[in-house]
Nanobody, 123 residues
Framework: QAQLVESGGGLVQAGGSLRLSCAASGRAFSSYALGWFRQAPGKEREFVAAVNWSGGSTYYANSVKGRFTISRDNAKNTVYLHMNTLKPEDTAVYYC????????????????WGQGTQVTVSS
């Protein structure tokens, strides 16, 4: 059973930092691109960042570029999202996800999803 499990969410003040982790199991996710999406109340799920299978290539939504960093450790089957200079508008449930289509920002092209972790940024 393929599974993605996020951790690391929480409450932080604006300007602060958090690191999200996502542990993958149940299949060979080392051959998949891994990414993060987020969804705020009343809004559509939006792309945040993705990393290719080797970790050598990444891309980001413009709203987080320069503040967030995605990375992966295939030996640990884990992907990370380092979030710096957090803003109240970053408040959302963050989802870890996997796809064979590296380069996609469309949620429907991602095949596997975690259950999500809440990030709340207070002003």
């Amino acid at each position: 059973q393929a599974q993605l499990v996020e951790s690391g969410g929480g409450l932080v003040q604006a300007g602060g930092s958090l690191r999200l982790s996502c542990a993958a199991s149940g299949r060979a996710f080392s051959s998949y691109a891994l990414g993060w999406f987020r969804q705020a109340p009343g809004k559509e799920r939006e792309f945040v960042a993705a990393v290719n299978w080797s970790g050598g290539s990444t891309y980001y939504a413009n709203s987080v570029k320069g503040r967030f960093t995605i990375s992966r450790d295939n030996a640990k089957n884990t992907v990370y999202l380092h979030m710096n200079t957090l803003k109240p508008e970053d408040t959302a449930v963050y989802y870890c996800t996997a796809t064979t289509q590296y380069g996609s920002m469309r949620h429907y092209e991602y095949e596997y999803w975690g259950q999500g972790t809440q990030v709340t940024v207070s002003s």
